[in-house]
């Protein structure tokens, strides 16, 4: 298999073909299978939703996990930086000693 044109990939029993590059094709396949199952899921909840919207709810989803783990990082960020400013000053309070 050369890896070159469209893949197919499976959500809520619909093949989509979707180009991409040899390399996107591993994260493609990932997203694709999370997206499924993340539909199949909302469709084993409300049995009567429509796949349009089941599609939305994932989508929704999904995007609420994204803005929570940005926050999240965002967060140990804010919070990496500060105890690197802490050490720094630590250590330069140590070395402003230690050449006196």
Same mark, same amino acid.
């Given at each position: 298999m050369s890896g070159e044109g469209p893949i197919a990939v499976s959500i809520l029993d619909r093949e989509f073909l979707i180009g991409c590059t040899p390399e996107e094709r591993p994260g493609l396949i990932a997203a694709a299978g999370y997206l499924?199952?993340?539909m199949r899921d909302i469709r084993e909840q409300a049995r009567s939703a429509g796949v349009? #919207?089941?599609a939305v709810m994932a989508a929704l989803n999904i995007a609420h996990e994204l803005i929570q783990l940005?926050?999240?990082r965002d967060t140990n960020d804010g919070t990496l930086a500060q105890h690197?400013?802490?050490? #720094?000053a630590k250590l330069d309070g140590v070395l402003a000693t230690s050449v006196k």
């Open positions: 499924d199952g993340k349009d #919207r089941i940005r926050q999240h690197l400013q802490m050490l #720094r």
